[in-house]
T-cell receptor
Framework: DAGVIQSPRHEVTEMGQEVTLRCKPISGHNSLFWYRQTMMRGLELLIYFNNNVPIDDSGMPEDRFSAKMPNASFSTLKIQPSEPRDSAVYFC????????????FGPGTRLTVT | GIQVEQSPPDLILQEGANSTLRCNFSDSVNNLQWFHQNPWGQLINLFYIPSGTKQNGRLSATTVATERYSLLYISSSQTTDSGVYFCAVGFSGNTPLVFGKGTRLSVIA
């Protein structure tokens, strides 16, 4: 199994630009989570989906952030416009819908906004 | 919301030493995972252990759900064990994980 795939692995952009992060969950998993890691706040949830439907987006910092899951194999996290304080590592994780609650994380996208 | 506290925050070990990392949580949980974040930033699953004891090589973990804590044991530590160890908990299968602040482990040769 390829595991959770994220792209790009690194992104450097200028303030004001649009940024799109991508995630491909493990095949057969039906829950997908977006987390963000910063030095100040640690690892925290942004949004999660069950069966492609957004369930809780209360962690999304503000309207500049949006996430979609058009199908079971793909999700995007978009920041528009980006700001320097958005600089962080963004992780995607997925989970199987069965009895195990274990989440599996992708390698993360390191975003730097200058 | 649920609180997750990890101790110690930092730990320095000589290669070959043993260590115990602790995770306390403030509410009943149905999901508890231990992760190792390596120096490249990747989160590696170590254990899925909402209760009971598991072992994987030099690592083992125990969760006492009724007393709301979990322990991660590392024996015969190696320099490759360095990194940050996170405990994360969740209430049910489809809810997100709440992470502790982690224990930063440095193993010195």
């Amino acid at each position: 199994d390829a595991g959770v795939i994220q792209s790009p692995r690194h992104e450097v952009t200028e303030m004001g630009q649009e940024v799109t992060l991508r995630c491909k969950p493990i095949s057969g998993h039906n829950s997908l989570f977006w987390y963000r890691q910063t030095m100040m706040r640690g690892l925290e949830l942004l949004i999660y989906f069950n069966n492609n439907v957004p369930i809780d987006d209360s962690g999304m910092p503000e309207d500049r952030f949006s996430a979609k899951m058009p199908n079971a194999s793909f999700s995007t996290l978009k920041i528009q416009p980006s700001e320097p304080r958005d600089s962080a590592v963004y992780f995607c994780a997925s989970k199987w819908g069965g009895n195990s609650y274990e989440q599996y994380f992708g390698p993360g996208t390191r975003l730097t906004v200058t | 919301g649920i609180q997750v506290e990890q101790s110690p925050p930092d730990l320095i070990l000589q290669e070959g030493a043993n260590s115990t990392l602790r995770c306390n949580f403030s509410d009943s949980v149905n999901n508890l995972q231990w992760f190792h974040q390596n120096p490249w930033g990747q989160l590696i699953n170590l254990f899925y252990i909402p209760s009971g004891t598991k072992q994987n090589g030099r690592l083992s973990a125990t969760t006492v759900a009724t007393e709301r804590y979990s322990l991660l044991y590392i024996s015969s530590s190696q320099t490759t064990d360095s990194g940050v160890y996170f405990c994360a908990v969740g209430f049910s299968g489809n809810t997100p994980l709440v992470f502790g602040k982690g224990t930063r482990l440095s193993v010195i040769a």
